[in-house]
């Protein structure tokens, strides 16, 4: 288990170098550790073809948030979850498979932000990240992670009922409300180029994780093919500040059972 990587992020919160690190890979061209600040992330975007490493990146992610004493919630149209406990840990505040449920969540949402906006309001502060150690406040808030898995087969099945439309249009929405306010969408798709799948959606995430791609979908985010990467667990990261490095997204523990039981010891 690459455990020693955790411990180490752990201690750069102590020395003061990152408020939440979120350790994603390591770099392809010398090995450093990859590690993003929580604060950095206001949406992410995981994309690549079946079997190219989105799952392992989505579990490096939610252990660095349960690490960060966050939340999260999941959205799972393919159930690719529904047997590994992640829905039955104390971290998560929700786990639906049925996309015509998505919408009513995301209301839910809109009613959290209002909350949370008022707080600030309130408070005097203009990120939710400067509240970290208010504990009163902290203990109902959580910085909070929502996933979307498969989100461009979500938005076509919503489509045969109609509703493809309001939940694109609330989605795209909440992604920019929640920039400031520790809520933090992870939309996960295979693909950019999918139906109904808007680029103004795509763009408000600040950071992407692009694994193995066809070329015309790294030409739809404005990315050079030079960067194209093969192979499981080799992805693309295009940070907030469009800076790209090509990294491995190497696994947390060797099986799921080994993540599952460091997260329930926490």
């Not at 103004?200 to 990315?223: A, H, Q, W």
Request: charged share 25%.
């Amino acid at each position: 288990m690459n455990i020693e990587v955790f411990k180490s992020t752990q201690q750069l919160k102590e020395e003061g170098r990152f408020k939440a690190p979120i350790y994603l890979g390591n770099e392809v061209r010398n090995n450093s550790h990859v590690i993003l600040d929580n604060d950095d992330i206001t949406s992410m975007l995981i994309c690549g073809m079946t079997g190219t490493g989105k799952s392992w990146a989505l579990y490096n992610i939610l252990y660095n948030a349960v690490l960060n004493k966050n939340k999260y919630i999941i959205m799972d149209y393919k159930k690719d979850y529904i047997n590994s406990k992640l829905s039955e840990l104390n971290h998560s505040l929700g786990y639906y498979t049925e996309p015509s449920k998505y919408i009513n969540v995301l209301i839910g949402i809109e009613v959290e932000l209002e909350k949370r906006y008022g707080i600030m309001k309130e408070l005097g502060v203009c990120r939710w990240g400067e509240l970290a150690n208010n504990k009163e406040v902290m203990k109902n808030h959580h910085v909070t992670f929502i996933v979307i898995e498969e989100l461009g087969t979500v938005i076509n099945t919503l489509r045969d009922k109609g509703l493809n439309k309001e939940f694109v249009s609330t989605l795209t929405s909440l992604t920019k409300l929640c920039r400031c306010a520790g809520i933090k969408f992870i939309l996960i798709t295979q693909r950019a180029i999918e139906r109904d799948l808007p680029m103004t959606l795509l763009n408000e995430c600040s950071v992407k994780l692009l694994f193995k791609l066809p070329d015309n979908d790294l030409e739809r985010m404005g990315i050079d093919v030079k960067h194209k990467v093969d192979g499981v667990g080799n992805a693309i990261l295009v940070t907030m500040k469009n800076e790209i490095i090509t990294l491995k997204a190497n696994k947390i523990a060797d099986n799921e059972k080994g993540l599952l039981e460091i997260i329930e010891s926490l």
